[in-house]
């Protein structure tokens, strides 16, 4: 282990609960998850919502919580996504309010669990349907992606605004955006969070960020409604590029970048007239979203150990 890159070290340990423990039980840790996380609560959720929108920035709402382990916990999850979209209703914005669900919240990890999640997570595309918005179905590691596709397909059938998201970390995902860029589809495309073995993923940044510009290519030039889920300065600027290139509509495609993170950007790209979305992460699950976001960037890194040593 001490020869592995820091990244895969934080991401073994954003899979560790003694470590989750030890982390989560240090109080200097809340005030640097509060740069990602916008609170434990609703509340604290829609406060974000409000300030982002007013912005003419949309979001998306992430209900922290993933491979949980019981099916109580896994219709928690779904009350919590209904709970969010009667709220997002009352404000009525739309799908300037969108909310991001991972299955593994859902119980896809469980016996039985594709089926499961599809059950659970059903109700919550209804509810988001008949409160004009969108449900986005986030992607987690490698062996979850056929069930994960297979689930927003069969979600598409009645609710055709389901969103998928592809990571071109994956050997797989050229042919998976091929399959995807059809009309009507919206396809959040990311480099992938997760630490994958070589034989399924692309390990260097190089390569990782080639296979997003190829796939960026394929979903830009087709015509669902591609959303660029990237920080990277390089990958942003492609997908301007491409958008000109294919003479698309400002309304047909869209950045996507987390909450808390290269914030001015998200405000002087939808300043500019990009469409930009945030993805809102709040309740008080947080622990390995915040290892994935630490694993991402060194600078978090020195950031966090930083306010321990001066709390
Ligand atoms: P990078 O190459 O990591 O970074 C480029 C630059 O962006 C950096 O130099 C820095 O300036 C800035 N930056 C990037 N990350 C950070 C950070 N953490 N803190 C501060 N600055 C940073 N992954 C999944 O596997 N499944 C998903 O469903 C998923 N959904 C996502 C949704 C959205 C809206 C976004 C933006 C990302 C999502 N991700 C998801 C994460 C994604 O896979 C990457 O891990 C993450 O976005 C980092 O890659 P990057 O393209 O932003 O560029």
Not at 21 to 27: L, Q
Not at 88 to 104: H, I, Y
Not at 108 to 113: C, H, R, S
Request: some cysteine; glycine content about 6%; hydrophobic content about 45%.
């Amino acid at each position: 282990l001490s020869k592995a890159p820091l990244s895969a070290v934080l991401l073994a340990a954003s899979r560790r609960p003694a470590l989750r423990r030890a982390v989560t039980g240090t109080p200097a840790t809340r005030r640097v998850v509060d740069r990602f996380v916008a609170g434990e609560t609703l509340d604290d959720a829609l406060g974000a919502v409000r300030t982002l929108t007013a912005d003419g920035i949309a979001v998306t709402l992430d209900h922290l919580g993933e491979d949980v382990t019981d099916r109580a916990q896994a219709r928690r999850t779904r009350d919590a996504y209904l709970a969010a979209l009667e709220a997002l209703a009352t404000l009525g914005l739309g799908t300037a309010a969108e909310v991001s669900v991972k299955l593994s919240a859902f119980g896809q990890g469980l016996p039985d669990g594709h089926d499961l999640a599809l059950e659970l997570v059903r109700p919550v595309v209804e509810a988001a349907t008949a409160a004009g918005t969108t449900v986005t179905v986030d992607m987690e590691d490698s062996r979850t992606v056929d069930s994960t596709l297979a689930a927003v397909a069969e979600l598409r059938k009645e609710h055709p605004g389901t969103g998928a998201v592809l990571q071109s970390m994956l050997h797989r995902t050229e042919d998976d955006a091929k399959t995807l860029a059809v009309s009507g589809s919206r396809v959040r495309l990311v480099k992938g969070a997760y630490d994958e073995p070589d034989t399924v993923a692309h390990r260097s940044r190089k390569d990782v960020a080639a296979a997003y510009a190829r796939c960026l290519e394929i979903l830009m030039s087709g015509p669902g409604y591609p959303m660029v889920g990237s920080h990277d300065p390089a990958m942003v600027q492609r997908a301007h590029e491409l958008a000109a290139q294919h003479s698309r509509a400002a309304d047909s495609w869209e950045v996507q970048m987390l909450y808390g993170i290269r914030t001015d950007e998200q405000r002087r790209l939808a300043a500019a007239g990009t469409r930009v979305r945030a993805y809102i992460p709040y309740g008080s699950d947080w622990y390995a979203y915040f290892m994935r976001r630490l694993a991402e960037r060194p600078a978090n890194v020195a950031f966090f150990l930083r306010s321990l040593a001066t709390r």
